[in-house]
């Protein structure tokens, strides 16, 4: 563990009042107003830029721009800190100027053109050396200058090892993230996922799953599975469940092995606090926590683990006026505060609304894999997409042969590349095996050394690592093939583990991808309430006049359309319910009928009168806060259609949110205490994968019903509420 600086003794220069950047080229002139602007138009096109006003008009001004950015000083940029949307520098941006003095005074008067010029003339050791002296702005500015060439051959030069139970990013090594994501979060299903990625010589960096269910008890029982699976196949490696911070710090207080403690970074305060919930005040007391009392402590040498990826703060559009990249720099200026075990990209997995195409993602992704490893992080790349997006595997691909080549520190194992429960396309055991085999690389030292005696991995003496005899059979940790074929039924889309080399057979590719194929169609899908049933909704327009304008602006489908808003007046009612396509009508269509019926049912019996649902067309989730807006209800339920997955089933997969309106004196009072926020307007409660392979949509009703009478009850949603029912006392014995 490292002392923290308290935030109040990082210097940071008081910021200035915007400047115009300004130059001639030919016989055009242009002119750029503030450092936020101007770093925007020096970047390469995106969606989210674009969005957001921030791209530059066309190429010509983008070159401008460079050419004015080239010139500025590091000097220049550090006396100039980026402010947020009321003027003032944010914890996040602070953060940030906890820099090396020394090393930045070193290059404090060197343009940013003479010190590009200079990282691709140094080695790895003062390449690591300038950074330690970098904001993330700075780094962010350095990177709009570099073609992929550069960004490849600096980030290559550096390496950022670290050791838990395993070290990763040896030189010689590409390390993986094992996830075995379940819709239902079911065991047998999980240990299945463990089981193949294990087999095919991935999670050698971290068995790491998401949560399908945020809560106490179920992240403690998916703690201790990981680490029974962990201990049966004595695989050396660390265990995680990504859930939030909170719960994860609430099951290490039971006891739960906490080995990684992850967590969500964003680039700005705002969207840090408002929509992660989270401080950097309380980062600084999870990671004090770990140091003292997580499983791995006091071995481990780091135990922290980041996810970051450009695009959240403009999606919730918390940006202020920042571009990505030089958000997404901020977040690893923020990381790099807490020295992680692993931080991991994921640059694409929002979808067109950030980053549109297969350029743009490969783009951004080597980016900010230059980014962190600039600033000293551990970098693990997750270059992913949508089905929403124009992004594909081949791009995918292209983009993870590259980052190898740039000296990544690892890469996911998705099963098949397919992730369960999250909805989206990542690399999978086998795309890390073939990066391997292309780029004579291995495992960690330690587990391959397991992979070794396993027969997953081989090797004649000191000659090369290949594939072994049980190299992609899960069947080597299970005691029959009835136990296997038992696993196997528990998978959604387990298309078999049938391979061809490091490569999955044929057969399997081609039923994997004809399903992607489908998955897609559910995209286009319109809204149709007569597959609805009898429900007798009222329909209410978003500002998206067409599907297209939905799939790539999520501002204007958590808007409602201004004559529609002039027709709607508070009404006298507990909860409203919200139907939305989201990103899939066919979820809607499926599974609206059936839970529909059983949630207005749940309500009823308990008294809690309901409003007229709501239909709404091409909407998101933020537009519950429009409607709680304008009808003051408790509480708003928004049943929408989340993006398809990997299979045509999961195509049909709706969530549930749950938005409770902070309302009241007391209860405004309660939950800015919890928060630290006073200006806080809605808390979240999420149920998601409600869909016949997750859960099913009868079930779903009374589950949601029953979590919207527990809001309703404690007044309040989200992490306070999960706090609220993990400390109430028990009810008195009759």
């Keep these: 563990m490292h002392e923290l600086t308290p935030l109040a003794e990082i210097p940071v220069p008081e910021p200035r009042a915007d400047e115009d950047y300004e130059i001639r080229l030919l016989d055009r002139d242009f002119r750029f107003t503030g450092l936020k602007a101007l770093l925007g ?70 343009t940013l053109g003479e010190l590009k010029d200079r990282l691709l003339r140094g080695d790895g050791e003062e390449i690591a050396r300038i950074g330690s002296g970098l904001t993330g702005v700075e780094a962010a500015a350095l990177t709009k200058l570099m073609d992929v060439h550069e960004l490849i051959l600096i980030a290559g030069r550096l390496r950022a090892p670290t050791t838990a139970r395993t070290t990763i990013g040896q030189r010689g090594t590409l390390s993986s993230r094992l996830q075995p994501n379940h819709p239902t979060d079911d065991l047998d299903g999980v240990t299945l996922l463990v089981y193949t990625g294990l087999s095919l010589g991935a999670g050698d960096c971290l068995i790491g799953l998401n949560p399908a269910v945020d809560t106490v008890d179920n992240v403690t029982r998916l703690l201790t599975h990981l680490d029974g699976l962990r201990r049966d196949t004595g695989a050396p490696t660390q265990i995680c469940v990504l859930s939030h911070v909170k719960t994860q710090l609430a099951c290490l207080e039971r006891g739960a092995p906490v080995e990684i403690l992850f967590q969500s970074l964003a680039g700005t305060e705002r969207t840090l606090g408002e929509e992660f919930d989270l401080s950097v005040d309380e980062l600084d ?18 135990f922290m683990y980041f996810e970051t990826g450009q695009g959240s703060e403009l999606t919730y559009d918390k940006h202020d006026g920042i571009d990505m990249a030089t958000c997404e720099a901020l977040c690893y200026g923020l990381a790099r505060r807490y020295d992680p075990f692993m931080v991991n990209n994921v640059t694409g997995f929002i979808g067109p609304e950030t980053h549109r195409d297969d350029f ?54 998705v099963y098949l590349s397919i992730d369960r429960m999250l909805a989206y396309f990542d690399t999978s055991g086998h795309d890390d095996q073939t990066l391997r085999e292309i780029h004579g690389l291995t495992p960690a030292v330690e587990y391959l050394e397991w992979a070794l ?7 004649d003496g000191d000659g090369p690592v290949r594939r072994g005899p049980r190299w992609g059979d899960p069947a080597t940790f299970c005691d029959s093939e009835a136990e296997l074929a038992r696993l196997r039924e528990r998978v959604p889309a387990a ?94 269509h ?3 009928p059936e839970l529909l019926p059983v949630l207005l049912d749940g309500l009823a019996s308990r ?79 999420v149920i998601s994968n409600v ?16 979590r919207a009478l527990a809001i309703l009850e404690h007044r309040a949603a989200g992490n306070r509420l999960a706090h609220l029912l993990r400390t109430a006392e028990p009810a008195p014995r009759a």
């Design 285 to 302: 007391g999870a990671y004090r926590t770990m140091a003292e009392h997580g499983a791995l402590a006091p071995g481990a040498e780091q």
């Design 360 to 413: 743009e993602m490969i783009l951004a992704n080597l980016q900010d894999h230059f980014m962190g490893k600039l600033l000293g992080l551990p970098m693990g790349m997750a270059p992913c997409y949508t089905l929403h997006s124009e992004i594909g595997i081949e791009g995918h691909q292209m983009a993870t042969q590259m980052l190898t080549a740039a000296g990544a520190n690892y890469f996911m194992d």
């Design 41 to 110: 138009a020096s970047d390469t096109g995106k969606a989210g830029d674009r969005l957001a006003g921030l791209d530059a008009e066309d190429e010509v001004a983008r070159e401008a721009a460079r050419a004015i950015l080239s010139e500025l000083t590091v000097r220049h940029l550090h006396e100039r800190p980026l402010t947020d949307h009321k003027g003032r520098v944010d914890t996040v941006m602070r953060v940030n100027y906890e820099v090396d003095a020394d090393a930045h005074e070193e290059i404090a008067d060197l």
């Design 495 to 588: 298309y078999g583990s049938d391979n061809a080399g490091p490569r999955p057979a044929n057969r399997v590719t081609r039923a994997m991808r004809a399903d992607q194929a489908l998955a897609r169609e559910a995209i286009r899908a319109e809204l149709d309430e007569a597959q609805l049933g009898d429900i007798g909704f009222r329909t209410i327009a978003t500002a998206a006049a067409n599907k297209e304008e939905h799939l790539n602006d999520p501002g204007i489908g958590a808007r409602l359309a201004s004559d529609e808003l002039k027709g709607l007046e508070p009404e006298d009612a507990d909860v409203q319910i919200v139907v939305s396509d989201g990103l899939s009508a066919e979820a809607v």
């Design 607 to 685: 008294d809690v009168a309901t409003g007229t649902p709501i239909l709404v067309p091409y909407g998101r989730v933020k537009v519950a806060e429009a409607v709680g807006d304008a009808l003051e209800p408790q509480l708003v339920i928004v049943l929408i259609g989340e993006r398809p997955g990997g299979d045509a089933r999961s195509s049909r997969s709706l969530s549930a949110y749950l938005a409770f309106r902070i309302d009241g004196e007391d209860v405004r009072r309660a939950a800015a205490e919890f928060s630290g926020r006073p200006d806080g307007r809605y808390e979240y409660t």
């Design 453 to 459: 005696e396993r027969g997953i991995f081989a090797r």
């Design 691 to 706: 869909y016949e392979g997750g859960l099913p949509p009868a079930e779903a009703g009374s589950v949601i019903a029953e």
């Design 590 to 592: 499926r599974n609206v």
